[in-house]
């Protein structure tokens, strides 16, 4: 065969193959049976995320069960301060998981990490600040003033999410490199600002507006801000260590690839079940209050189930009109509307105890989280088909936007 010959075959197999899309063999199709991170398939998630609601649902039973029959049980595990250390554990996979070697692609997209900071940093707090104060406020005449849910919801709202966004983020075929960008960026972030915000719209800003019935419950509580950050310093800033030392360690011992396809996956269980194992002895401790409110819960839920779907929708709109691709949309939309509710949970423990109204309010975030987050899932992907893309800028600079706002192929090295 000629070179002439050989170089049509060649460009006649090179045109095939673009017009049958990307080589199966490197791209596979995400069908229904597809396990891969990258599947926009709700079916692919991970089993013990996906039915985290259910698991969240059977530990509050197995709690009020045990307050009923054996009450003192959860004395000496309160005695011991194991809730405190199973807190700890519950931060470290997150925060083991990040890659920080990633912020400085993120910091080179200046307008998309611009509009992730409103989001997330004014926005989202400022949103939950507003819902608490009218849920939980004692402004409307027919809500009482509940200091200890207003708080709650506002650990909650202060809190960005560094673990759970990856997941909803990856089902709705979001930018992955840019979700773990922003993950980093938030969790450096969180450290040095979560404190600062807590104090601020839970101690400062209630009193500033007029807001007595507030201020004066949240009074009797008797904390300052050098308890919100001593719990911050302990709970975030020691697993926050611990997460950077074992990445570093990991990574140069067995390399990036083993680190983060078989030592963080195997922590990760890690979270459920310290998670679960501070609702059983939360709920051990407030069977009483369960029993004799049980709407609370309810109550709790909707200025959560608000939040969320506002602060995605708003985001998804802001990132949609910057021009931004679907996928770094869709990224900055759960990065903005996911919270880290491991953390509010941890340090509404550790300032009001475990038995607090306060933890209480925080236990319903994740409760309601994933199901709202999941659904949200959905709607991302009907976005990505209802709205033309074409043209928009996409989060990667090697990578030009196709008309359903995915990166298209250039042809360059990933």
Known sequence: MTDESTADSTGSDQAAQHD???????????????????CG???????????????????MVVGVGLGSVAPGVVDPIQDLHLVEIGLIAMMYPPLANVDYARLPRVFSQWRILSLSLVQNWLIGPTLMFALAV??????VPWFPARPEYFLGLLFIGMARCIAMV???????????????????????????????????????????????????GIETFDIGPWDVFGAIAVFLGVPFAAGIGSRYVGTRAKGERWYDETFAP??????????????????????DRIVAQPTDVLW?????????????????????????????TTAIGFTAASNNFELAIAVAVAIFTVSSGVAFATVVGPLIEVPVLLALVHVA????????????????????????????????DE
């Open 166 to 216: 990856l997941v909803w983020n990856d089902l709705a075929d979001g930018s992955s490199e840019y979700a773990a960008g922003l993950v980093a960026f938030n969790s450096v972030f969180q450290i040095l600002t979560y404190g600062v915000y807590v104090w601020f719209f839970a101690l400062f800003l209630p009193g500033q507006l007029g807001l007595d019935a507030m201020a004066t």
């Open 20 to 38: 049958r899309g990307p080589d199966p063999a490197v791209q596979h199709d995400h069908g229904p049976d597809c396990g891969c991170p990258d």
């Open 381 to 412: 992907i009907y976005f990505q088909r209802r709205f033309d893309w074409t043209g928009h800028e996409t989060g990667r600079l090697d990578r030009a936007p196709s008309a359903d706002g995915s990166p298209a192929d250039t042809g360059g």
């Open 300 to 328: 709790i839920a909707v200025p959560l189930t608000i939040y969320f779907v506002v602060m995605f929708l708003v985001s998804f709109g802001m990132g949609h009109a910057i021009g931004a691709d679907y996928s770094t």
């Open 134 to 139: 009218v849920f939980f406020g004692g402004v």
């Open 266 to 287: 195997s922590i990760s269980p890690l979270t459920l079940v310290a998670l679960l194992f501070t609702i059983v002895v939360m709920f051990a401790t407030q069977g």
């Open 41 to 59: 398939d709700p079916r692919t998630m991970d089993f013990l995320d996906k039915y985290l609601t259910a698991w969240i649902v059977a530990a």
